[in-house]
């Protein structure tokens, strides 16, 4: 139980930062609401709930948004990032690629609480 509340307690305060970052994006009102939800799972996980069927949709939802902003080129992106030292967004190919690291972390966070859903 002290895993749960320090690791998801750990993940709102980050998740909380993301959403706030997320105000200057082109589409806030998206990905505010992703790292909302991202959010109020980890504070249930701080609280050992761990609903089965909304985490397990959540999941194959993270799943399938990495897949769909995947972008080929990750080593690029990332040589782009360093380069240009600073967080802009400069393409729509720069975009994509934070959107799908951001779905892949709340999909790495949330696996934990899927297992012990399941393992229920």
Not at 28 to 41: D, G, K, N, T
Not at 93 to 105: D, N, Q
Not at 107 to 115: E, I, K, Q, R, T
């Amino acid at each position: 139980m002290k895993f749960n509340k320090i690791f998801f307690g750990l993940w709102i305060f980050i998740f909380a930062l993301f959403a706030y970052w997320q105000f200057n994006d082109p589409d806030p009102e998206v990905w505010v609401s992703i790292y909302a939800v991202a959010m109020i799972f980890c504070l249930l996980g701080t609280r050992g709930i761990f609903p089965k069927i909304p985490l397990t949709i959540l999941a194959l939802a993270c799943i399938a948004g990495v897949i769909y902003y995947w972008q080929g080129d990750v080593g690029g992106w990332i040589s782009q990032e360093v380069k240009q030292h600073d967080l802009s967004m400069k393409n729509q190919y720069m975009e994509e690629s934070r959107e799908s690291f951001g779905l892949l972390m709340i999909l790495l966070v949330m696996l934990p609480a899927v297992y012990k859903a399941w393992k229920k």
